[in-house]
T-cell receptor
Framework: KAGVTQTPRYLIKTRGQQVTLSCSPI?????VSWYQQTPGQGLQFLFE???????NKGNFPGRFSGRQFSNSRSEMNVSTLELGDSALYLC?????????????FGPGTRLTVL | QKEVEQNSGPLSVPEGAIASLNCTYS??????FFWYRQYSGKSPELIMS????GDKEDGRFTAQLNKASQYVSLLIRDSQPSDSATYLC?????????FGTGTSLTVIP
């Protein structure tokens, strides 16, 4: 089974621009979560989608948004980029096995804002 | 605010020793617990899941859960230099996963 895929893997943008990141979950997984990881803050939860609906949202400004499509693929968008948005953005898809959930991460998109 | 706490380390152990990583969590109702390994520059990789009190073993890894003490640990036996990484503890509550900040482990040859 193919793992979680994310595109692009690396991105360089300038302040004020916007960016869209894409995530394809493991086949059959319907829940997709997004995280921001920085050296100082660790893994910060952005949002979680299930069946095209946002179920949970972290404490990020409205510049961060996302959506999920009917095939479970997800995108996240960051508008009006700031220097502090430079981070590794991780997508994770969640399975349900034997009544319990496990979450698997993609390789991440490393965003650099100049 | 649900919290997951880990010692940031760094933790250094000699090759062949047992590495012990600890994690505490704030929500007594949490039911699912996970350990991830993250190599520098890479994404987290799930290495252990545990749902019941007691020990769960998988190769050189043993996860231990004590719900009464709200404590979960990971033991790595016969530590190898390739085990050098950051280990993240995660707790699932509802539909959301909560992560600790990670413990950096270095295995010295």
């Amino acid at each position: 089974k193919a793992g979680v895929t994310q595109t692009p893997r690396y991105l360089i943008k300038t302040r004020g621009q916007q960016v869209t990141l894409s995530c394809s979950p493991i086949s059959g997984h319907r829940s997709v979560s997004w995280y921001q990881q920085t050296p100082g803050q660790g893994l910060q939860f952005l949002f979680e989608y299930f069946s095209e609906t946002q179920r949970n949202k972290g404490n990020f400004p409205g510049r961060f948004s996302g959506r999920q499509f009917s095939n479970s693929r997800s995108e996240m968008n960051v508008s009006t980029l700031e220097l502090g948005d430079s981070a590794l953005y991780l997508c994770a898809s969640t399975s349900r096995t034997g009544g319990f959930n496990e979450q698997f991460f993609g390789p991440g998109t490393r965003l650099t804002v100049l | 605010q649900k919290e997951v706490e880990q010692n940031s380390g760094p933790l250094s152990v000699p090759e062949g020793a047992i590495a012990s990583l600890n994690c505490t969590y704030s929500d007594r109702g949490s039911q699912s617990f996970f350990w991830y390994r993250q190599y520098s520059g890479k994404s987290p990789e799930l290495i252990m899941s545990i749902y019941s009190n007691g020990d769960k073993e998988d190769g050189r890894f043993t996860a231990q859960l004590n719900k009464a003490s709200q404590y979960v640990s990971l033991l790595i036996r016969d530590s190898q230099p390739s085990d050098s990484a950051t280990y993240l503890c995660a707790v699932k509550d509802g539909n959301q996963f909560y992560f600790g900040t990670g413990t950096s482990l270095t295995v010295i040859p």
